[in-house]
């Protein structure tokens, strides 16, 4: 299921990140008192009466020397192009100001719904001061207070209230979805291309459920596949190639609709930091991960090189160890035809269930191999696992105390799992719980 995606937009230092923060639950943005401080991460869940999405704090988007008005300008716009709800925050501490009226136009000409927020209203003596709000021409304004909590249930209530309604998913249970995700010009159009290009491929063209979004199904060898493809991230323009971070907020509704992730390197660039943060996500989401590391022609090789190539990679991408890594290069075709033997494979771990008794024959062996640790004078004890869940595998694992369960234990008991079953190529989330 697609995630709305909803936009806090406004002025420098109206309190964004900390409306962020507050909606999220956990101090993700960095918060300073400083107009243009946020330089962390944009991108984070929240949930709302049991509804889930996405939330983009604008203030991250760093579009470097531009003017000041132009800047919140171009933020404003990308968040517009993301999001299915805006909040537009305000400060009702230095009232309506020409910077806030910027960013109404701007807003007003985006026909997207927009819940009018103003932020620092921290007594109720200050409410009388949001009457001017209503110039801005978005109806009611909701007075909140992000420094305290205040009136954020009354915004998020009118904010869940537009959400889209999601659309089901049109494609069978067995059909392989996968995206490629990376950095502007790593060659993802041109792997699609190939990809599509196959002579045994039947290529069909029809609109995803999901905005802007093209999904390219066809059948190879006999399964069936889509390739899930945000039209954005062809878009050319100042805005969106100054911006790497564009890309992230881009990659994120692939990666939701997908089952398996590509995440395509550049092997004439290397590794960047952009690399790691996409991948993330897709790590996060608990998404199938191959890594594909393109251009592989481009480069000068020796019989050292594949090694090298891979020790940079897992050093780098620590977190993604269970991921396999694929050599090829899109431009010439040359290996591209052992990328989907491998999609199958991880679609499959992906998806794979265990038995409960060979499951807990494995835990038990692990645990008696190497016994769990104590915490002052309490030693943590495990009475038997089930996986509860698939795509990703879901194990919970019932002990007498859940807070015993120490995050290098849980990773042992994990690598032991994988010993026994391989899932290469999938995630695994393994949840301590107290036996009833």
Not at 149 to 168: C, S, T, W, Y
Not at 273 to 300: C, L, P, S, T
Request: glycine share 6%; aromatic share 8%.
């Amino acid at each position: 299921m697609v995630k709305p995606v909803v936009a806090i937009v406004g002025r420098p230092n109206v309190g964004k990140s900390t409306i962020f923060n507050r909606i999220v639950g956990e101090r993700v943005s960095i918060v300073e008192d400083v107009p243009g401080v946020t330089r962390d991460r944009i991108y984070s869940s929240g949930e709302w009466l049991n509804n889930e999405f996405n939330l983009i704090d604008t203030g991250g988007i760093d579009l470097g020397d531009e003017p000041f008005l132009e800047q919140i300008r171009q933020q404003a716009e990308l968040a517009i192009e993301e999001a299915d709800v805006i909040i537009f925050l305000a400060s009702g501490r230095e009232g309506v100001t020409s910077a806030d009226e910027e960013v109404a136009k701007i807003l007003y000409r985006s026909k997207k719904p927009v819940v009018l927020a103003v932020n620092k209203v921290d007594n109720p003596e200050m409410r009388s001061q949001i009457y001017d709000f209503y110039s801005l021409g978005f109806g009611e304004p909701f007075p909140i207070s992000g420094a305290h909590g205040i009136g954020l249930g009354d915004m998020l209530d009118a904010v869940v209230e537009h959400f889209p309604k999601q659309e089901e998913e049109e494609y069978d249970e067995d059909v392989i979805k996968f995206s490629l995700i990376g950095r502007p010009n790593v060659g993802k159009s041109s792997l699609v291309n190939a990809l599509l290009g196959e002579d045994r491929v039947i290529v069909s063209d029809i609109a995803g459920t999901t905005r802007d979004a093209v999904d390219s199904p066809y059948t190879y060898e006999g399964q069936e596949y889509v390739i899930i493809d945000t039209a954005g991230m062809r878009k050319k323009g100042k805005v969106y190639e100054t911006t790497e971070k564009y890309s992230v907020l881009r990659a994120l509704r692939a990666i939701e609709r997908s089952d398996v992730v590509l995440v395509v390197l550049n092997a004439e660039e290397g590794i960047r930091e952009q690399d790691k943060h996409i991948a993330g996500y897709a790590h996060e989401a608990g998404r199938a991960i191959i890594i594909v590391v393109n251009k592989w022609d481009a480069i000068e090789k020796d019989d050292k090189t594949m090694k090298s190539f891979e020790e940079n990679i897992r050093s780098h991408f620590a977190f993604l160890d269970y991921a396999p890594i694929v050599y090829l290069s899109a431009k010439t075709k040359k290996r591209v035809h052992t990328l989907l033997p491998v999609i199958n494979q991880v679609s499959d771990n992906h998806a794979m269930r265990v038995q409960s008794s060979v499951l807990n024959d494995v835990i038990m062996d692990a645990v008696a191999m190497n016994p769990a640790p104590s915490d002052k004078g309490k030693r943590l004890r495990i009475y038997y696992a089930t996986q509860v869940a698939v795509k990703p595998p879901t194990f919970v694992v019932f002990v007498n105390e859940p807070e015993l369960m120490h995050f290098s234990y849980e990773r042992f008991l994990e690598n032991r799992i994988r010993e026994a079953f391989g899932f290469e190529g999938t995630p695994l989330k393994i949840i301590a719980r107290a036996r009833k």
